[in-house]
């Protein structure tokens, strides 16, 4: 950690600072008191001259101090938090600070998961509380010296110390009391919304340079390690984040090359129907196996491949290992009645998707009826796009089942679920956390599930973890769950295991809650 460059003075820091000291030294009220004694001593020793300089002096200063020392740090207009920039120039000032007093500064930025899919879900306005109340929360459970700062639309900085015991257990403490403080339900409209904050941080002497900036940026490359895994992870910086941050860039460049050479595949998490407790449903999610680096998750791949225009052969090749994996399945004598495979919107604005999709199921030589389309609900609600309505009908006419994926993160209206013949509505996962321990939650799951039975479409439940959530969406009678609580996502020989594996426990709804 030696080669650390030492904090630099800027020239902002350096005014800021040789203002202060001004006003501190000529201003303080026993100067004021001596004020008239210095006046007459100057004219006695030098006349009316000197009495002019001093009297010109001290309303100088004032206005050189006011100019020097900073004026007042800008703030975020909604929460009244610091902006960046003023939590930058708090971090160089603490830089300083510490250096002189043998101390040290911790920088934390923590992000609310999914904003966006929140937003979408409650809209600006009652975001916009979320995003106050969770930012009092905060303030509420840092020290009193700790500066927080908005840093981006659900982005969090806080800059802890300078103190002589800010290091790792420090911020560690720190995050966890924000967690915790942010952690309760907030009413919005009589409805309960839960957030949960991911966190990053960087230690002083950990940040390649030691400036505002470096820190910023070190504790949000820590962060988006932390939001791979999301809900509330927490990660520190380290060097080699900095080489895992160089890979995602790099990442870009490299996908078309992946795709083509067989290092995109799909790995498999099973769905459940609550009726009978058999495998109902695999869903095929994209992983990239790299030979170099290790296994690289969707998060961390989609957005270059879209911003790559990428998409839809992502979807060619993840249609293709989804259907031979269900004719491999077949002929091991396992029967999925159908795999779910995700298509991105830009999948669904080709207008040659339908017929593509009908060669695919005919080379398999399976049933369209195997196929699960699944479709996200906020493209569905946004959409005007024609292809993209005309596509999803095709495909339902095809016979494929269309899944609104994401439920309840869109405003798909009951039209909507109608006129795409949607079969399934998947139930996000935001609706599943909790619950069993939250009253709210259950309320709102039953609402759609009620919906739901009206509309006379099915239900899945998206991201069950535990035993708990899974017997009550039983008894609220949602029809299938996908969660941890029965697998993670696999690779095709691990799925393959695991399916025997299950179907010779021969797991009934109940049962499979306690399995
Ligand atoms: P999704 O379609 O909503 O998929 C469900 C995600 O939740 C998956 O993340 C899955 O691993 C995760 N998950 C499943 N059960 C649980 C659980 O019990 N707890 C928690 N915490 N998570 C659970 P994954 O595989 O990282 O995929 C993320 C998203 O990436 C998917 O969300 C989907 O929108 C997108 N995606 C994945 N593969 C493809 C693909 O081939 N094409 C397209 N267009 N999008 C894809
Ligand atoms: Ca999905
Ligand atoms: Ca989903």
Known sequence: MDELEPPRPTFRMWRRTFGRSMKRTFLRPQMVAFLPAIMLGGYWYGGQGVLMIIALTFPLILVLGGLFEAELPPVDSLTGLLTRDALREEIEDALLAARAEAEATVVIVMEIDGGSNLETRLGIPAMEAVL????????????GGDKIAKLGRYRYGILVGPAR???????????????????????????????????????????????????????????????????????????????????????AADFERALEEGEILPWFQPQVSMETGDVSGMEALARWQHPARGLIPPVDFLPAAEAGGHMERLGEVMVFHALSALRRWDREGMHIPNMGVNFSSAELRNPRLVERIKWELDRFDLDPSR?????????????????????????????????????????????????????RIKIDRSFITRLDEDPSQEKMVAAILSLAEKLDVDTVAEGVETVAELQLLNRLGCGHAQGYAFARPMPIDEAGTWLQSFSA??????????A
């Not at 609600?381 to 899944?403: F, K, M, P, R």
């Open 132 to 143: 106050c109340r969770t930012a009092d929360r905060a303030i509420g459970a840092v020290r």
């Open 371 to 423: 196929l699960t389309v699944e479709v996200l609900e906020t493209v569905v609600s946004e959409t005007c796009n024609d292809t993209i309505t005309s596509n999803i009908s095709g495909l339902a006419d095809l016979g494929c089942s269309i899944d609104l994926d994401d439920f309840g993160t869109g405003a798909a209206s009951i039209s909507n679920i109608r006129r795409f013949a949607v079969s």
């Open 505 to 514: 426990r021969q797991i009934q709804p109940s049962s499979a809650a306690s």
């Open 165 to 251: 015991n800010a290091g790792m257990d420090m911020a560690l403490r720190t995050v966890e009391r924000i967690q915790n403080a942010t952690a309760d339900p907030i009413s919005i409209d009589a409805a309960s919304v839960y957030v949960t904050l991911s966190a990053g941080f960087c230690l002083e002497r950990r940040a390649l340079r030691r400036t505002g900036e470096a820190l910023i940026e070190a504790a949000e490359a820590a962060l988006a390690e932390a939001r791979v895994p999301g809900n509330g992870a927490v990660r520190a910086y380290s060097r080699e984040m900095r080489a895992h941050a160089e890979m995602r860039s790099s990442i």
